[in-house]
């Protein structure tokens, strides 16, 4: 009889919960005991009682059933879990716990840390960018040349990688200006260039084209350079 409980025990089985809520819960505002009421709801949820009494959340417990009551209330409050409305397959109406917004409300803090994420690492890239024009020009950059700046990256959506790549091609081809930089940023636009390796290959293919030209219509000369890609005429 002994053996044949453990094994009943045993038996009861595992529940499957994010391990992203026992990192989060804290910083949903949840404190412990809240934690444990809530596991105890999914454990019930997951063994098919949908809307388990306060004395049976309780029991598992250490609080007391008033305690419960009241717990369970805030926990509603806050938007983690809430009453619905279910039917039976008779179309008797009975009522069931949802812990759906609780989900919902990780999701919502995943997606804001990983947009704070993202705009960190956008802010460092924006000032990345303004070190290597002051460092390409030799000087800091006027309020004039910082609004194109901040205009490229917000108004036409140019990434600062691709900046960066055209304010190489800029330095390779002796046209160090913003508006020469400006005409390479809007060709690129035009033809859909939006990484490094396309604007490569897209210079590279006008260089190939401009040589060809050049030893059809002059003499060869192998140590002539191979000319730049003039954006500005374009």
């Avoid at 039976?88 to 716990?97: A, L, M, P, Q, W």
């Avoid at 959506?157 to 046209?175: C, F, M, N, Q, Y």
């Avoid at 190939?208 to 500005?232: A, G, M």
Wanted: aromatic share 10%; charged share 30%; glycine share 4%.
């Amino acid at each position: 009889m002994m053996k044949s409980n453990i094994i009943s025990w045993l038996q009861e089985g595992n529940i499957t919960i994010p391990a992203v809520l026992l990192s989060e819960y804290k910083n949903l505002n949840i404190n412990e005991f809240e934690l444990v009421l809530l596991l105890n709801i999914i454990a019930f949820l997951e063994k098919g009682n949908e809307f388990p009494t306060p004395e049976e959340l309780s029991s598992r417990m250490t609080i007391s059933i008033s305690d419960c009551n009241e717990m369970l209330r805030k926990l509603i409050q806050k938007g983690f879990i809430e009453i619905i409305d279910g039917y039976t397959n008779d179309g008797i109406r009975f009522e069931k716990y949802s812990v759906r917004p609780l989900w919902e409300r990780l999701v919502d803090r995943f997606l804001m840390k990983n947009k704070n994420s993202k705009e960190i690492s956008r802010k460092a890239d924006e000032t990345d960018l303004y070190t290597c024009f002051e460092k390409e020009f030799g000087r800091p950059l006027s309020p004039f040349e910082c609004e194109t700046l901040a205009m490229w990256m917000d108004d036409d959506h140019h990434d600062p990688i691709i900046i960066k790549t055209a304010l190489r091609e800029a330095v390779i081809s002796g046209k160090l200006n913003f508006r020469y930089i400006d005409r390479i940023l809007f060709e690129w636009k035009k033809n859909g260039i939006r990484t490094i390796e396309q604007a490569k290959n897209h210079g590279q293919k006008f260089r190939q084209k401009q040589q060809q030209n050049r030893l059809v219509k002059e003499e060869p000369n192998p140590s002539s350079s191979i000319p730049f890609y003039n954006w500005l005429e374009q």
